[in-house]
């Protein structure tokens, strides 16, 4: 492995922990679960609950 | 024997060939008992002092690279190239020794197969290697445990030089073992209870070989294919990437444990909602609740908002809005839960939960509270829970860092690998065939 990969590698490594401190320092994550932000909730939705139902009896 | 204990090389004389009457210089006149003369190939037994002919070699097939009687220093010994010999095993494949002298404890060995290089010492060097211990198809020297590789009996083509036994009364078993870059051969007789002796060889760079007797590495044979003991360059780029990776997850996680003591996980918010259905609004829908209003302290946090409702062979959705009371900024989760059970064929059987979490990340200080729109498919729903938990750790984001800093590891290591099915594929004894 020559040098420019192992100082690529460190540089990357250092960039991922630095990153990873400010995330968790600002406790943000890497990939959000579905969140609208800054909608008015109009109540038009599809009900999630009717899948598993038909699998039983 | 070769003639050892000296401060200096002992001087050089030179016979007379008796078959073809050439001269034949010997470089440790008084140990060596047998030489063959480069002219002719005969095989020459010194007999008081006086050459007999023996017998005869085959002519060499090819030129020695490193000349007879060549100085040199190598791994911090001075050695003299005394004799240049050329083996085969089965007419299959061949290899070149070079015999080394010592003035002080003997002969070593370098050899050379493909291109690649290899120093060979006994227990005139390493004394060590009367002590070699028996596993089952592997040996264990200096504590380092060396795998069986190979099992031959060699044979000698050509000799051109001196040494201090009949190599043409040389059978021998030989068994290989490994641990790059080394090697211990294990040489025995045919006979049923002859003794073993073992040699360690170690693999060396050409341009090593060439520096120790100024010669030009330019004139060394190319390297093909890789040899027993070949050290792996892709191991060392493993050892150091795995090792690289793992003081970074280190320091990920020394980052971690800071914040969890200066930032602890806090619950915020706890609460049972009270639902009503409302019929006016449509199937399933229930009233609009609002939360009682809760405080953020820290400047910014992750939320991990957890829903629970009681439901049995039912379910239970709700969007929750999160809505900042200052800026009205808001955050809208729609989440449901749902849980069924019974009994088929006189088993109980169970599917779905009745809680579910959703993470929400960078929530600035503040005061906020909830605006929660249920709905259900039971109308006799009538309750639900919101819990509330600030800085937890965010697992995903520990697994992101491990995943990324991995790949450099992961593909070092898939190079070793590869690199250690080639080695051993010349191998019968071979783990990966297992």
Known sequence: ?57 | MATVSLSSFPQKETVECPHCHSSIVLYDPRGSEFCACSFCQSHLQFIDEVPKKVGSFSAPRSKALIPLGAEGVLKGTTFKVIAFLEKEENAQYGWREYLLYNYEKGYATLSEFDGHWNVIYGNNFLPKLDKVLYGNDYIMYDDVEYRLFHKYNPKVVSLSGELDWDIKKEFLQVSEFIAPPFIISREKGREKHSHADHYRGEYLEPKEIAAAFGLDPAGFPPQTGIVSNQPSATGDQWLWSFRAALLMLLAIFVVQFFLVVTKPEKVVFNESLELAYDPQKGVNEFKPVMSPSFELMDESASLDLEMTASVTNNWLEATIVLVNEKTNQTWEVTKGVEFYEGVEGGEHWTEGSRSTAVLLSEIPAGTYHLNVYPASDSPLSNSMSVKITANEVIWRNIFAALIVLSILPLIAFVRVRHFEQKRWSNSNYSPYNQ
Not at chain 1, 30 to 56: A, C, I, M, S
């Open chain 1, 1 to 57: 492995m020559n040098t420019i990969v192992k100082c690529l590698y460190v540089f990357v490594g250092i960039t991922i922990v630095g990153f990873y401190s400010y995330s968790a320092y600002y406790g943000r994550a890497l990939w959000e679960d579905p969140v609208q932000k800054n909608t008015e909730y109009k109540g038009n939705r599809v009900y999630g609950g009717y899948g598993n139902r038909f699998n039983h009896k």
